[in-house]
């Protein structure tokens, strides 16, 4: 595939950045790059796909032997290797689309031109973004202005189009990712684009020291948790004949029990009131809730969704031996995806050597989304059962997290359901 380097998404601004130019990465390709292809633990890559790991050792050891060198922009000394990603878009019928102009149906592909060695300091101004999230913008646009000769001002009026430029690629769903010549050996640059392109597909990313799912049902899979939710409320409040959730609390563990028995799910009595206390604990917390339950526009409850993050939410947790988790956590994945249930997942990915646990996460939008709750047990403990894991899963709400509720440090339990 041939690109015209003036269909850069970015060919304007970096055409006034001559030196040193910010292409900021589309939000749909977050982690996903060669840098944390070299941090993953090669055991977690298979998760990915069989023969992921054998790929990935022979490819870090090569990329921990590069020559950082002296920085190619500025001539200090080099302290990482640069990917230096392009960004192309092209129409429903495979034409290459030049300028601003987006048409329904487009596609993008994102383009490994090169690898340099770059320092510190115009690292941080390449990548403008992280910058301006880690507080260091201002440094970065200075540093840009000075190394490609232009004034503050002008560099300031180049970074708005390069955010402009970056949102509307963040619109595009659809990706491809190329790596080109790179100066490894051709087999394992092929695997290595394979791979970065499964990963893409399948919701997965690095970020450091997880290996991360995100779904592409993730939003409606919030929202229908939250209708669940809402639902769940609604009965507690007309069995119980108050308006309070919190006066209502008995009726409430006794629903929650019987949904969850019947499928095999134990229910902490403890454990859970105190959740439900935590939860009604803020007068905040508590509108969004008489909130949830009166309103009905999908408006409305998507925003009530966002504010419900970190408050309804919550995880099934599994711990397993390394050798095992990567292939437990795709199948888990795979089973999600195909039942239309998935929303995120992690599994930790450092210091990790057979023989020793680590844990596979599966968030849930709302703890008190009984029937999602259950279901996404049952697709986990079939994963687990498939590979002869025998450990139990344990859910744990968010706030638990937020409360720093962990085994062993307080009375309770750090988890309100439990399934053997």
């Not at 050798?323 to 999600?336: G, H, V």
Request: with cysteine.
């Amino acid at each position: 595939m041939g690109f015209d380097e003036r269909c850069d998404a970015y060919y304007t601004v970096c055409s006034k950045f001559t030196r040193l130019c910010p292409r900021l990465v589309p939000s749909p390709l977050w982690g996903l790059s060669l840098a944390n292809l070299a941090k993953i633990n090669p055991l977690c890559m298979n998760a990915v796909c069989d023969g992921c790991a054998d790929v990935i050792n022979v490819f870090r050891e090569w990329w921990y032997s590069l020559d950082r060198g002296i920085c190619r922009f500025c001539g200090a000394k080099a302290s990482h290797v640069d990917e230096d990603w392009r960004y192309y878009l092209y129409d429903v019928s495979g034409g290459q689309i030049c300028g601003e102009v987006l048409l329904k149906g487009v596609k993008g592909v994102a383009y490994l031109n090169s690898l340099v060695p770059i320092c510190e300091s115009c690292h941080i101004a390449k990548h403008l973004g992280y910058a301006s999230v880690v507080g260091r913008g201002e440094e970065a646009l200075n540093k840009l202005a000075n190394i490609n000769g232009v004034s503050v001002e002008e560099a300031r009026k180049l970074e708005n189009f390069v955010f402009t430029t970056w949102r509307r690629l963040s619109t595009i769903n659809d990706w491809r990712i190329i790596i080109g010549s790179i100066g490894i050996d051709e087999y394992v640059r092929k695997r290595l684009e394979e791979i970065l392109n499964i990963m893409y597909s399948k919701g997965l990313y690095f970020d450091d020291p997880w290996l991360w799912y995100r779904s592409k049902y993730e939003e409606f899979n919030s929202l229908k948790a939250l209708n669940e939710t809402k639902d769940l409320f609604t009965e507690v409040i007309n069995r119980c004949g108050l308006s309070d959730i919190v006066k209502c609390q008995e009726t409430l563990l006794s629903i929650v029990k019987d949904k969850l028995l019947s499928r095999g799910v134990i229910v902490l009595d403890n454990e859970f009131k105190f959740f439900i206390n935590l939860l009604m604990g803020s007068d905040i917390t508590r509108s969004i809730i008489r909130g949830l339950i009166t309103v009905g526009d999908a408006l409305t409850m998507g925003l009530l969704a966002d504010e419900m993050v970190g408050s309804l939410s919550g995880k099934w947790m599994l711990f397993t031996k390394a050798e095992k988790a990567p292939y437990i956590f795709r199948q888990i994945i795979d089973l999600l995806e195909e039942s239309k249930l998935g929303f995120q997942a992690k599994m930790w990915c450092r210091d990790v050597e057979a023989g020793k646990e680590i844990p596979i996460i599966v968030y849930i939008p709302s703890s008190l989304a009984l029937d999602y709750v259950s279901q996404v047990c049952n697709i986990i403990e079939s994963a687990r059962n498939s590979f002869e894991v025998r450990k139990p899963l344990y859910f744990k709400p968010d706030l638990f997290t937020l409360q720093g509720i962990y085994s062993g440090v307080s009375g309770l339990k750090s988890y309100i359901y439990l399934k053997r």
